[in-house]
């Protein structure tokens, strides 16, 4: 049935805290039907299994109802039947078998009222546990908003101070705009430091913050403050050959042959060492850039020595090769 939430009862060795109530309420019941009957002595998977079924009110901080069923197994088959269902609102038992109703024993009352209080206090705790997180997820938007306001301000005092606007336009700009004060084009931030600027390539604010995205994945954007990634590659980089810009593995590098050691060894961006150049992209790694850039001699070669620098870049530039072409600094040979 549609909104039924249930706790089943089938282990006899789970721990559950309200098992021992449960078997309790069981064999109450199947005596009174047959005293001269040994009642079940717990619960199992195949004859008894047992469940509370309850639905919550619509404010879900209570149980609308609560329902103890004692389920039966039947013989040679793998199902079961529901013989009797307490209902712990108005305490009676429905005999389903016999289609018979009849109150609850006033012997096991107590241990009902037990039952219906630990459903209770499961309904409120979850209820109270997803107020906290509401709290908790509004808290945490409002500080995202309060902090996003304090950037926009930031944005909008950088263009005053830049000659963009004037004072009288700040005053009326609100924090909560997400458009550009200039052009009205859509503000954009960098992912790292969220200095906000505009989207608007054609607009003077985005020249003078300028913050560039990758071509395939557009949410990662960075400015070009943040583009240096001490230790390794820039996060970003365009492309020479086509001019669009891309994440850095998405490119070919050249990360710059060491000159303080003479080239000597394996030595990874992360290694302070002197280079002929920082990193510089390549190409990106469509077949058409890669195959352009090729032909017009802008990638070198890679030495056959797998522990020299130029097997830590993904490409060479003519830059890094030395002038005979053929040795590598490193004593070995250019591929």
């Not at 109270?128 to 938007?141: D, G, H, I, P």
């Not at 950088?158 to 606007?165: A, D, K, Q, R, Y």
């Amino acid at each position: 049935m549609a909104g039924w939430n249930s706790i089943i009862f089938e282990d006899p060795t789970s721990g559950h805290p309200m098992l021992p109530q449960v078997v309790q309420v069981m064999r109450c019941i199947y005596t009174a039907i047959n005293p001269e009957r040994p009642p079940p002595f717990t619960v199992d998977i195949w004859w008894h299994s047992l469940s509370l079924s309850y639905q919550v009110q619509e404010s879900g901080r209570e149980p609308s109802i609560v329902i103890l069923n004692l389920r039966e197994g039947e013989p040679h088959q793998p199902a079961m039947d529901t013989h009797f269902m307490i209902n712990l609102n108005t305490m009676r038992v429905h005999d389903k078998f016999q289609d018979h109703r009849f109150p609850v024993p006033q012997e096991i009352l107590p241990v009902l009222g037990e039952l219906k209080e630990y459903v209770r206090s499961t309904v409120r705790g979850r209820w109270e546990a997803k107020e906290a997180q509401n709290r908790e997820t509004a808290r945490r938007l409002e500080k995202e908003r309060e902090e996003q306001r304090n950037r926009v301000q930031a944005f909008c005092r950088g263009l005053v101070e830049n000659g963009f606007i004037d004072e009288d336009d700040a005053s009326h700009f609100s924090g909560d705009s997400l458009h550009c004060p200039v052009c009205s084009a859509r503000q954009t931030s960098c992912n790292m430091c969220k200095v906000i600027s505009c989207s608007n390539g054609d607009c003077e604010v985005s020249s003078a913050i300028p913050i560039v995205q990758c071509s395939n994945h557009h949410n990662t954007k960075f400015c070009t403050s943040c583009l240096e990634l001490p230790g390794s590659l820039p996060r970003l980089g365009k492309c020479p050959m086509c001019a669009r810009w891309f994440c850095s593995s998405e490119l070919q590098w050249c990360i710059g042959r060491p000159v303080s050691n003479d080239g000597t060894g394996l030595s990874p961006p992360n290694i302070d060492v002197t280079r002929l150049h920082s990193a510089r992209p390549l190409s990106c790694r469509t077949i058409a850039c890669m195959d352009n850039s090729r032909e017009n001699g802008k990638n070198g070669r890679r030495c056959c020595n797998a522990r020299c620098w130029s097997r830590v870049g993904t490409a060479t530039c003519p830059d890094c090769i030395t002038q005979d072409s053929f040795a590598c600094p490193c004593g070995q040979y250019w591929t």
